[in-house]
C-alpha cells in the first residue's frame, strides 16, 4: 500500500475514533491553551499542532505458540491538538501520544493486567474499555481516572 493510501487509512481511522469519542473539531487550537507541549515522540507539525496518527503498520509482531503468559498493557491517555494532512486541527484524546491506541496480541489462557494513566494535564476524565473482553462497557468503569490517577484491571482471555 502507498504512503498516500496509508495516511488516508490512518486518517479515517482517526476520523472514526473522534466520532467513536464524541470529540469535535477544533478551531486551531494550539496545544499551550491547554498547558500541553509536544509529547514525546511526537512531531510538530505547523501551527503548533502535533503528528498523532499512529501508523497503520505499527503493529507488534505475531505471537509464536507458547504456553500462557501474564501481558501488561500500559496506556496514557494524553490529550493533543492534532493536524490532519489537509492542515485541519482536533483536540484529541490519545492513547500513548497516539490515534488509535497500540495494537494489543494476548494469546488464549493469558492474563491482562491494563493499566491506564489519565495525564496530570488532562482537563477531562478518561478510560479505556475492551468490548472484547468482558462484553458492553468492556471494563471501562473499572478505568475511569480523573487527571492524575491511574486505574486498571486485571482479566483472564
Do not use: C
Amino acid at each position: 500500500m502507498g504512503t498516500f493510501a496509508q495516511n488516508m487509512k490512518a486518517t479515517a481511522s482517526a476520523i472514526a475514533l473522534l466520532a467513536t469519542l464524541g470529540l469535535a473539531p477544533g478551531t486551531a487550537l494550539a496545544n499551550e491553551k491547554h498547558g500541553h507541549g509536544a509529547p514525546a515522540g511526537a512531531t510538530t507539525t505547523t501551527a503548533g499542532a502535533v503528528s498523532i496518527v499512529r501508523s497503520p503498520t505499527d503493529l507488534p509482531p505475531p505471537l509464536a505458540k507458547r504456553g500462557p503468559e501474564r501481558v501488561r498493557v500500559s496506556l496514557e491517555t494524553v490529550e493533543i491538538t492534532g493536524q490532519l494532512d489537509d492542515g485541519t486541527t482536533y483536540h484529541y484524546w490519545t492513547f500513548n501520544s497516539k490515534v488509535p491506541g497500540p495494537f494489543v496480541r494476548v494469546r488464549v489462557g493469558d492474563t491482562v493486567e491494563v493499566t491506564m494513566k489519565n495525564h496530570d494535564e488532562s482537563t477531562l476524565m478518561h478510560n479505556v474499555d475492551f468490548h472484547a473482553v468482558t462484553g458492553p462497557g468492556g471494563g471501562g468503569m473499572a478505568t475511569e481516572a480523573m487527571p492524575g490517577e491511574t486505574k486498571g484491571f486485571v482479566f483472564k482471555r
